[in-house]
């Protein structure tokens, strides 16, 4: 049976909006754009929507059919059902690389040194069901039934699974950003998370730059949509600058503004939160247009304001943080195979590219492994470029291979023991020593300013206030620090790199 027969779908544009690819149409286009050059275009699907439809995509590159050790870059469009321009947008996009590879040297560079996919439609069913009446419906969701209630659709970009339903937000049915009755219960959304996870390769993840095209607004938002903190614990500080730096170029080019994505309004369960946090991804949502329902005169115009932008992220995906830093130090290959799934990743390759590392064993990091105050004395030596020491500091570690490196911790004052002639180098270091540590190692001023509640006992409290004042810590949780806590090797690439990038 066809499918407009399953679904009653009519799908003809009301009759002033014909210019509009419906979802046969859009097919058919994606089609006659990869059969032009098939040899750097790949049509595939990456699941099926809740009525059956195919969720479209292309990967566009040379070398096509391989999987080359190339920057990927993500593309998707039409996750809310009424925002059909961003299909249009998807589509047009696709139609440059392809037509521009082998005329246009830049295209043709981006081509080449990349690995581009594009999502052309999230929500087919959603859409289709908008138009197809000859009037459109201002229709959002999907067209997936709820149980046990009358009403249909779930918001497919509040179904994503990070923080899904940790507030009271969206849990109605009969709203139109209702979250569905559990994360990645729609199969549009479990469809994306099945390609993103499945781009993990050796432990990385592949995908560096992700654009989602909405409507509208004319701005460029990016994470994170769960709250209104600028800089979350769950989010890296140099990230944050990244993704504004990448956000304001893109808004510059389309002449858009920029914005937090929970600028409007705390949003919970949405795509972006989840790839960044899962991944660190840096991910941007554009909001298109003025309007929902933009004339199809609007397609070539508002399409083409948006492509600047959209070869940005492209061109920028071989390394997103030489955008604020100037330089491409973190564009090497990643020795570790450890670290993928780690919130440290950047800072223990920051760590790493500056020699104060070679981890914990072959290819290896061991990011959970707990810090010893041996291994502390060698991340510091290493960190501050240490002199030789003079003498010989400790009794209990000789033969240790990090000796050298704890004498001339010593000789630094930086450390004077664990007691007597003792360094205790195989006892791991608590969260307070590394504060002490710290505070010594980069002469971070005091503070008078008490940060946390739970390090009233401890001898090491004027330390932590200042490394908390340094901005080098934010805690372990509201007004706590853990002083006893251990620290892990993640942990403390992260406290180095903030330390030395101060």
């Known amino acids: 049976m066809a499918l407009s027969a399953m679904t009653g779908a009519v799908t003809a544009y009301p009759p002033a909006d014909t210019g509009y690819l419906d979802y046969t149409e859009m097919v058919a286009e994606i089609r006659a754009i990869a059969g032009r050059k098939p040899s750097i275009a790949r049509l595939f699907t990456i699941g099926r929507s809740h009525q059956g439809r195919e969720l479209w995509a292309v990967k566009v590159s040379d070398n096509v059919r391989t999987d080359e050790d190339e920057p990927e870059v993500l593309f998707d469009a039409g996750m809310h059902a009424r925002e059909h321009m961003t299909t249009e947008m998807a589509v047009a996009l696709f139609r440059r690389l392809v037509d521009g590879y082998g005329t246009s040297s830049r295209l043709t560079d981006m081509v080449d040194a990349n690995e581009i996919t594009i999502i052309f439609n999230l929500n087919p069913d959603g859409s289709e069901y908008d138009h197809s009446s000859g009037t459109y419906r201002m229709w959002r969701k999907n067209r ?295 505070v010594r190692a980069f002469r971070l001023p005091s503070s008078s300013r008490d940060y946390y509640a739970d390090d009233e006992d401890s001898k090491h409290e004027e330390r932590i206030n200042a490394l908390a004042a340094s901005g080098i810590t934010r805690g372990c949780g509201p007004s706590r620090f853990c002083p006893s806590g251990g620290v892990t090797r993640g942990q403390m690439a992260a406290f180095l790199h903030r330390a030395l990038a101060r």
């Open 144 to 438: 997936q039934p709820t149980p046990n209630t009358s009403s249909v659709g779930t918001d497919i970009n509040r179904n994503f699974g990070y923080r899904w339903g940790t507030n009271t937000l969206n849990a109605s049915p009969e709203g139109e950003t209702y979250r569905g009755p559990a994360a990645w219960s729609t199969p549009e959304a479990a469809a994306f998370k099945r390609y993103v996870d499945g781009r993990v390769i050796g432990g990385e993840q592949q995908i560096r730059v992700h654009v989602t095209f909405h409507q509208y607004g004319r701005v460029v938002l990016y994470p994170y949509g769960y709250t209104t903190a600028a800089v979350p614990a769950d989010m890296h500080p140099e990230d944050r600058d990244l993704l504004v730096a990448m956000a304001t170029a893109m808004a510059e080019r389309s002449r858009y503004g920029v914005a937090q994505s929970s600028s409007g309004s705390v949003n919970v369960g949405n795509q972006m939160d989840w790839l960044y946090a899962t991944y660190r991804t840096m991910t941007f949502t554009f909001e298109m247009g003025d309007t929902f329902y933009m004339p199809d005169e609007a397609i070539p115009t508002e399409t083409a304001r948006n492509m600047e932008a959209a070869y940005f992220a492209i061109e920028r995906a071989a390394c997103p943080y030489a955008i604020v830093r100037g330089s491409d130090e973190l564009c090497f290959a990643n020795p570790f195979t450890d670290i993928g799934g780690s919130k440290f990743h950047d800072d223990i390759l920051w760590i790493y590219d500056h020699g104060i590392t070679v981890g914990c064993r072959s290819d290896r990091f061991c990011p959970d492994g707990l810090v010893t105050r041996a291994q502390m004395a060698t991340f510091l030596t290493r960190a501050l470029t240490l002199p030789a020491a003079s003498r010989d500091y400790f009794s209990d570690d000789t033969g240790n291979k990090h000796e050298d490196r704890i004498n001339r911790l010593a000789e630094a004052g930086i450390t004077v023991g664990c007691g007597g002639t003792r360094f205790c180098p195989d006892g791991t270091v608590t969260r307070e020593q590394m504060a002490t540590f710290l």
